[in-house]
């Protein structure tokens, strides 16, 4: 849990079980991994579309629906161009 002290204040990608993308400034987090993130979109990915950002503000992230977290390099997510981009969704977690 400690390693997630070095995220805070930086934007992170958060990939959950149902399979949403979701980008955001790591506000905090506790001892269960509950995440809290500002300035977050979810990132909808589409074979037709490209990448759809959806704003969410706000927004707070239960531990156990959190398969993924991960830095995101600022200038190389700037350089991108979101609509270019094909993919199919990731598909849900089954247990």
């Known amino acids: 849990m400690s390693s997630l002290q070095g995220y805070v204040d930086h934007r992170v990608l958060l990939v959950l079980q149902d399979g949403r993308s979701i980008v955001g400034v ?5 001892q269960k991994a509950n995440v809290v993130l500002s300035d ?3 990132r909808v990915y589409s074979l037709e579309e490209g ?11 239960k531990g156990d629906m959190i398969v993924l ?3 995101i390099d600022d200038a190389v997510d700037s350089s991108v161009d979101l609509s270019t981009i094909r993919a199919e969704p990731i598909p849900p977690i089954r247990y």
Do not use: Q
């Open 40 to 42: 977050s979109k979810e």
């Open 51 to 61: 990448v759809e950002e959806i704003p969410l503000g706000l927004y707070l992230v």
């Open 26 to 30: 790591l506000a905090g987090f506790d």
């Open 69 to 71: 977290i991960g830095e």
